[in-house]
C-alpha cells in the first residue's frame, strides 16, 4: 500500500458525521494509513475535526492516530489512496425516504480514478451497481453496522463483516483492510450486501414493533410485556439481543429510512409489501400510544380527567442512550406534542445543556407531575428523585413514567412516586 508522501493513504474516508469519523480512527488503530476527507470543502476544517457527538473511546483513537502519523484529514481531493472508503451520512426527508444526490457528487468527483470505491453509507439497493455503471469505478459494498454510543466497539468487535463486490479479486482486497477483526466476514455481490443492510434494519424495526403491538393487547389484562421480552430472549430462535422487548416506537431515522427504500423498490418492480407497510404503520400506532400513557400518568398525579393540564419532566432528550444527537429524538417529538396539548414540559438531560435544566433547577421548580424516562441513561439510575418527590392536591403521589427500564423502580417508589413502566402495571409500593 502506498505510504510515501503526505498525499498517498492506504485509506481515503469521506464524511464529517458519526460512520466517517468512527470508520476513519478505527482503520488507523488497524494499522492503515487513513485520510478524512471533509465533504464539504466550502466549510474548511482547520485542523483534524472533532465529531460534535458524544462517541466513548472515539476522542482516544484519534489522538492515537494524530499523534502516529496515521490519521490525517484534507478538504480537497488532492490525493491517492488505494481505497476510497464513501461513509457520508445519507440525508433523508420527513417521510424518511433517503436521498443520494451528495452520495453521487462524490462518486463523479471519483470519476476515472484507480482504486476500490467503497460504499459504507446507507443507500437504497442499486447504488453501488450504479456506480459502476456510470462512473466507471470499482465499487465495493462494506454496510455500516455502527450503533450510536458504541461505534468503536461495534466496528472493532461487531458480529459480521459483510464484503459485497462484483469480483472476488475486489472482495479479497477488501477484506485485507480487516485483517485482525473478529467478526465473521460474509462475501458476497453488490446487490446482496446492499440488502443485507435493508434486512437487518426491517427485521429490527419488525421486531420493535411487534413486542409493542403485543404488549398493548396484553396490557388491560395486566400483562407485563416487560417479562414477554424476557422470555422470548430464552428462546434459541429469537436470543438475547432481539429487540423484543416493548417500549417507545422506533426512531432516529435509520431503520425507517431502510423500510421506506424496501417500499420504493417493491413498487419499482411491481412488488406488493404488506409486512413493511405495516411495520411503518405500528410505528406510527406506537408514538401515540407513548402519547397516551404519559396522559394517563398526569391523571393519576392529579387525580383527574384533566386532559395534559400539568407539568411534565423529560428525562433524555438525545436519540437515545449513549450518544448527544438529537437527530430525530422521539423526545424531542413527544415534547411539541405535549406542548400542544396543553402540558407544561421542561427536560434534562446530562449529554446537553442547551434548552435543558439542571438538576437542581427541576428541584427548586414547580412540582412535577410526571417524570417520563426516555433513555437508559446510568446517571438516572442514581438522581436524587425524593428531592423532586412533593405531593400534590389531596395527597396525591407523581407518577414516573419508565419507557426504557432506565430507573430502579424500588428506589423510585422510596422516594414518593408512583412507577409505571411502559406496557406494564401501575406500582405504587
Known sequence: ???????????????????????????AKLGHRVV???????KPWTSYPALALHEPGLPELV?????????????????????????????????????????????EQMKGRPGIFIVGSQVPLGFCANVEREYGLTAACVPENLHLGRGVDTFMSGDRIVIGATTAETVARVRALFKG??????????????????????????????????????????VDGAIVGQALKLDSRIGKKAYVMP???FAGGTLARDLRALQALGKERGRVTPLVDAVLEANALATWSL??????????????????NGHVLLLG??????????????????????????????GYDPLLSSGMRTWDEVRAGERVDVAVVMTARPEFKK???????????????????????????????????????????????
Request: hydrophobic fraction near 40%; aromatic fraction near 6%; include cysteine.
Open 1 to 27: 500500500m502506498p505510504t510515501e508522501k503526505a498525499s498517498q493513504f492506504d485509506v481515503a474516508v469521506i464524511g464529517d458525521w458519526h460512520n466517517a469519523h468512527i470508520t476513519a480512527a478505527c482503520l
Open 317 to 346: 432528550y438525545t436519540y437515545k442512550a449513549g450518544t448527544d444527537t438529537l437527530r430525530r429524538s422521539p423526545t424531542v417529538q413527544l415534547a411539541d406534542r405535549l406542548r400542544t396539548q396543553g402540558a407544561r414540559v421542561t
Open 383 to 429: 438522581l436524587a428523585w425524593a428531592e423532586i418527590a412533593r405531593l400534590g392536591e389531596g395527597g396525591r403521589k407523581p407518577v414516573v413514567l419508565d419507557t426504557c427500564n432506565g430507573v430502579v423502580r424500588d428506589d423510585v417508589i422510596a422516594a414518593g412516586f408512583v412507577y409505571k413502566a411502559m406496557w406494564r402495571p401501575m406500582v405504587t409500593r
Open 63 to 107: 489522538a492515537e492516530g494524530t499523534a502516529e502519523g496515521r490519521l490525517h484529514h484534507a478538504n480537497d481531493y488532492a490525493w491517492t489512496a488505494e481505497f476510497t472508503w464513501l461513509a457520508s451520512d445519507t440525508p433523508i426527508d420527513e417521510n424518511d425516504r433517503p436521498h443520494t444526490e451528495t452520495l453521487t457528487a462524490v462518486a
Open 247 to 249: 417500549g417507545t416506537a
Open 181 to 222: 477483526l473478529p467478526g465473521t466476514i460474509i462475501e458476497c455481490d453488490l446487490h446482496t450486501a446492499e440488502m443485507i443492510k435493508h434486512a437487518t434494519n426491517a427485521f429490527l424495526a419488525t421486531s420493535v414493533s411487534l413486542a409493542n403491538e403485543i404488549a398493548a393487547v396484553g396490557e388491560p389484562f395486566g
Open 36 to 42: 478524512l476527507v471533509n465533504p464539504t470543502p466550502e
Open 291 to 308: 402519547f397516551d400513557a404519559v396522559a394517563r400518568c398526569v391523571d393519576v398525579a392529579k387525580g383527574c380527567v384533566n386532559g395534559l
